[in-house]
């Protein structure tokens, strides 16, 4: 968990992972590591995320944003692999699922 203050915006959030490692299957050069959720202090998820990434085993700096409400990915991807972008889009939706299901869970255990 990472605690981050946009000064900008003044707005509090918390950045809490949800490992996706071995649930979600890809492609044999990329792995699907986690996603990473914000939380606005006082306020829950912004369900705006970015899903981080391992390229030929090597963890990437920047990840992909993410829209869970409608399962997808937001942005051009910066790999040149064919069919990228469009295996994303498939496996959207999967994500998606696995994060509300773990949303859920929180929610069960809090009560």
């Known amino acids: 968990m990472k605690h981050i203050v946009d ?15 071995g649930r979600v299957p890809f492609t044999d050069s990329i792995e699907l590591l986690r996603v990473e959720l914000q939380y606005q202090d006082g306020y829950g998820p912004l369900f705006m995320g970015r899903v981080r990434y391992a390229l030929d085993g090597v963890e990437q700096e920047d990840g992909f944003p993410f829209d869970l409400h409608k399962g997808a990915f937001i942005a051009t991807v910066p790999i040149q692999e ?20 773990d949303l859920a869970k929180q929610r069960l255990a809090l009560a």
């Open 7 to 21: 000064t900008v915006n003044k707005i509090n959030f918390t950045i809490k992972p949800l490992e996706l490692a």
């Open 82 to 101: 064919a069919g990228l972008e469009e295996k994303l889009q498939e496996i959207g939706p999967e994500i998606a699922k696995i994060v509300y299901e």
